[in-house]
């Protein structure tokens, strides 16, 4: 068992785990942080993507322990408090999604993919691209590649900036 | 229409707790006490069990207990059923082995679960499972579909001998044969229907809680038809009475055929809970839902499709052999007979068909409905065997499908289904147009310029939704209706709940339901609530799948609709003294027609519930339940083109354009519509260039995990071109046909038959991976 304290969505936590608990588990079972999603067993789906220190990890190949004293963001984490994520309201917007099972770590990819090529930098072909670690079943990607170019656009004219980790 | 009604382009309401992560699935559920649960299963093919020692693994730290199948037989559990009843053409019942939910003394595929462990923590159960000792005796298998029918096959269940479940026809076989024999021209063509796996993105879980207080059962699990699963569990199973046993499907991350059957382990979890008494909750992990979710298709068959001399379809032939799995799962029997060759008659004209089919045991994953089930395997056939006879017969495949089309409604086929409506060439002329096809010449020149074989291809489907009138599906075995019901709550403050037997799995119905009710009452979508998925809440209902809730299950909302506005035209005709038949109802308000008068709508709802002044001897309140059942099925149609460049020197596909054109009747909400059709096109193209299940000779899924199965990626797929030219469906209230399915019903073929034209080589199967068509490519050379 070891001691892992870290920030979750701008609140200290901290708790005793097994060495081998995974971000995700921590996430899921120690937090009730349920938004994160385990869609495989090899980090190829991408549902469980949160940030860590502002960056997009797959916490499903993590372990909590290694997180330890960093600042993570959750999906539960990434609205301004009613006001959503330019990410998310596109997600919407453009019906981005269907049942909603990889919405959570498509969204968290999204928004570290806008942040990393720059507002407003994106084209449909580097999208897709960069969604390769991301796995949907419903929408055929149409809709998510529509929405991630939308709010990059959104993001660029400055209307919300995505929320680094407090 | 209204901003908000029939038509409307509206954003999802339950799209708020998906991007916030406010979703509730099964695996999110935690229940006081809750425990974990881990399946031991086979790591063998085919094996005789002859010793399971659990002594060690009871040992294990947090294990609370292991279970195995003896005791499951003991307290009285039954085998897993087919519900659908198929004859073979001899008049014998199909010959349906057993399956117990946790295997006594024989495993037939990698996956099949011999026992249960449950423990504090997922960690501590995987460990147990793992010390649990199983003893068995391997035995030869047998996993391809082909194989199994031959003479000295290995055997899988002594109810099915030979491994033949069923050796079923439908046509007529003389008349089929005397055409066939009198063409003038006949094309023959072998096809494989590739094994798929669902894959929907949540993997299946269920959470079994047994009240010893109240002798009661409720289990949380990721279906798509609750009811089902608990009219199954009860009445076949013996987990508990209906009365006793609570089925809840919350918000279930997609489900695509995989969720409708019952699987052991919710039948396994819900025991185990009584046997333990604690909740027991399972989530399987990816191999796992390789291993034991339904597979899809897995069909061979060999066609023949003969021509007059003026190129006019005079009649088909079909034989196919369908590979089921080790056991029958629930509706397996129904896919590869009635939701497939009764479609094989395509958009066209064809005088004489006959199709037979034999279904087979097999050392591998139970296969049922997958997206589309039988329909796409159809589909595939017919518009094949089209693009291969336009290239023989040296005629535009286009045109030689406008000749053959049927453009008189209803029409009868040879295969049972009468046709209501459609227009073919419509959607052909719109998919022509906005592919230009015209222009392809042109384009394939300057893609040769570039070093690319450039193809197009297309494919004209029709399929059958609305699943069914229950009359008919009974005569043809079905082990239960395929009605739908309703039931509409106008609360005393006029806000509406709407109770359905659908379920939604990714589909917007608590959208799209909604602006049903916000059409007919003009009131906001936001007073409107649809409640789903929980049998202690809705009472009764089949679920969705076969592309029914729309046609089905929104037609029993109209129903229930119908019976509300009459009562509230009558209530507010009382309180504006007014006749009822002149009472309208518009924008939030019942007006008496032609004067000023006017009732707020929650004013009347109110007055239902203080019930201070009703018409005599009317009840108070206002609440409507019906049951909706269909007078046929729905036949969406539509046409496909796919443009591909293959390189030559790789072997890999680009699809460079993929066109829609649909006819799915009217339509609620287009964006969900287009959305549906999107994500059905993608599974289609993954069927067709990336997925492939693979077992080897001894039996072990060597595609087990996204590392080895190839889901479509974003970079695999291009940005859609989708329309639709609708013709009202005239069999249901609203005109809808379904469009759930049609993407993967209408794609694969168009995608072969655009690679199959840019190689110039026809032989190809699914799905044509980048060494497949390079091996073509470079085999011709040589």
Redesign the interface.
């Known amino acids: 068992m070891s001691e892992v304290s870290m920030s979750v969505n701008g609140r200290e936590v901290s708790a005793t785990v097994e060495g081998r608990t995974l971000l995700v588990h921590f996430l899921r079972e120690h937090l009730g942080l349920t938004g994160t999603h385990v869609g495989c067993d090899t980090s190829q789906c991408g549902a469980c993507v949160v940030h860590v220190d502002g960056k997009a990890v797959k916490s499903c190949s993590m372990l909590a322990a290694q997180a330890a004293g960093s600042q993570i963001t959750t999906i539960e984490g990434l609205a301004d408090g009613n006001d959503l994520h330019p990410v998310q309201a596109a997600f919407k917007e453009h019906h981005g999604l269907q049942c909603g099972f990889c919405t959570p770590g498509m969204i968290m990819a999204a928004t570290d993919m806008i942040e990393r090529h720059g507002p407003g930098n994106l084209d449909e072909a580097t999208v897709r691209a960069e969604l390769e670690g991301n796995i949907c079943r419903c929408t055929g990607y149409h809709n998510i590649v529509k929405a991630i170019l939308a709010a990059s656009k959104t993001m660029a004219k400055g209307k919300g900036k995505a929320k680094k980790a407090a | 229409m209204g901003v908000e009604g029939i038509g409307a382009r509206v954003?999802?309401k339950?799209?708020?707790?998906?991007?916030?992560?406010?979703?509730?699935?099964v695996?999110?559920m935690?229940v006081p006490g809750m425990k974990h649960a881990a399946f031991v299963r086979s790591p063998h093919a085919h094996a005789d069990i002859k010793k399971i020692d659990v002594k060690a693994a009871k040992k294990m730290p947090g294990v609370i207990d292991v279970l195995v199948g003896k005791e499951l037989k003991t307290d009285g559990i039954g085998n897993l059923i087919c519900g659908w009843m198929v004859h073979s053409k001899d008049g014998s019942p199909m010959n349906m082995g057993a399956w117990s939910p946790l295997a006594v003394d024989r495993v037939r595929y990698v996956g099949d679960a011999v026992a249960i462990v449950v423990a504090e923590t997922k960690?501590q159960a995987r460990d147990a499972a793992e010390a649990v000792e199983v003893t068995y005796k391997e035995k030869k298998a047998v996993t391809d579909t082909v194989s199994a029918l031959k003479k000295g096959a290995p055997q899988l269940h002594p109810e099915a001998p030979g491994n033949l479940i069923y050796d079923w026809e439908i046509g007529e076989a003389e008349a089929t044969d005397k055409a066939i024999a009198a063409a003038h021209h006949v094309t023959t063509l072998q096809i494989v229907n590739n094994r798929l796996v669902p894959?929907?993105?949540?993997?299946r879980a269920a959470l079994g809680h047994y009240d010893k207080a109240e002798d009661h059962y409720t289990c949380w699990t990721t279906s798509q038809n609750p009811h089902v699963a608990r009219l199954v569990m009860s009445a076949f199973y013996n987990v508990a009475p209906e009365n006793k046993l609570r089925v809840i499907a919350p918000?279930?991350?997609?489900g695509?055929g995989s969720k409708i059957f019952i699987y052991p382990e919710e039948i396994v979890c819900l025991w185990a809970s009584k046997r333990t008494g604690v909740p027991v909750k399972w989530v399987a992990?990816?191999?796992e839902s390789f291993l034991t979710d339904a597979h899809g298709r897995d069909h061979v068959t060999e066609v023949k499709l003969a021509f007059d001399a003026d190129n006019k379809m005079t009649a088909m032939k079909v034989d196919t052999i369908a590979n089921f799995g080790a056991y029958m799962s629930l509706f397996s029997s129904s896919v590869p007979t009635y939701l497939y060759a009764t479609l094989l008659s395509g958009q066209y004209n064809i005088p004489a068909i006959h199709c037979n089919v034999r279904a087979v045991y097999t050392n591998t994953a139970p296969v049922d409905a997958y997206r589309g089930a039988g329909r796409p395997e159809a589909t595939y056939v017919v518009e094949r065997v089209v693009e291969t006879a336009a290239r023989e017969l040296g005629m535009s495949p286009a045109e030689l499908r406008r000749r053959n089309f049927i453009t008189e409604f209803p029409h009868q086929t040879p295969v049972i289904m009468n046709y209501d409506a459609g227009d073919y060439a419509a959607s052909l002329d719109a998919a022509m147009k906005a592919a230009d096809y015209a222009g392809f010449e042109k384009r394939r020149e300057q893609a040769k310029k570039a070093g690319k074989l450039r193809g197009i291809g297309m494919s004209c489907y029709i399929e059958a939704c609305g699943i069914a009138p229950s009359a008919a599906v009974g005569s043809l075995g079905a082990g239960v209706g395929l009605w739908e019901s309703a039931e509409v709550r106008v609360n005393g403050v006029g806000t509406i709940e709407v109770l359905t037997g659908s379920h939604s799995?990714?589909?917007?119905h608590e959208t799209t339901f909604s602006q049903l009710v916000a059409d007919r009452f003009g009131v906001p979508l936001d007073s409107v609530s649809i409640v789903h998925g929980d049998t202690d809440k809705v009472q009764m209902g089949m679920g969705t799948y076969g592309s029914r809730s729309g046609a089905v299950g929104m037609s029993a909302i109209v129903k229930a609709l119908d019976k509300v506005e009459a009562k509230a035209k009558k209530i507010a005709a009382h309180l504006m003294e007014a006749d009822e038949g002149d009472i309208v109802i518009e924008n939030g308000e019942l007006k008496v027609a032609g004067t000023d008068k006017t009732v707020p709508w929650f004013q009347m709802a109110l007055a239902a519930y203080t019930a201070h002044n009703l018409p005599e001897g009317m009840e108070p309140g206002l609440k409507e339940g019906a049951f909706y059942d269909p007078a046929n099925f729905t036949f969406p149609a539509g046409c496909y083109i796919c443009e591909v460049e293959v390189d030559p020197e790789t072997g890999r596909t680009e699809i460079v354009q993929f066109v829609a054109a649909d006819d799915f009747g009217n339509i609620i909400n287009p964006?969900?519509v287009?959305?549906q059709v999107?994500?059905?096109?993608?599974?289609g193209v993954g069927q067709a260039l990336l997925e492939g299940c693979h077992y080897d000779d001894n039996g072990q899924l060597i595609t087990a995990?996204?590392?080895d199965y190839c889901?479509?990626?974003?970079?695999d797929?291009p940005?859609?071109q989708v329309s639709t030219s609708n013709t009202p469906c005239p069999s249901n209230p609203l005109g809808i046909k379904g469009c759930g399915e049609a993407?993967a019903i209408g794609s694969p073929p168009a995608v072969i038959n655009a690679i199959t034209d840019a190689i110039g080589n026809n032989d190809l199967t699914m799905p044509a991976t980048a060494q497949k068509v390079w091996s073509i490519l470079n085999a011709a050379k040589h």
């Open positions: 954003a999802r339950e799209d708020k707790r998906f991007i916030t992560g406010g979703g509730r699935y695996d999110d935690v960690g894959n929907a993105m949540e993997p918000d279930v991350g997609g695509f992990d990816r191999t799995h990714g589909q917007g964006m969900i287009e959305g999107h994500g059905g096109i993608a599974q995990s996204y590392m889901m479509p990626r974003a970079d797929l940005s859609f993407g």
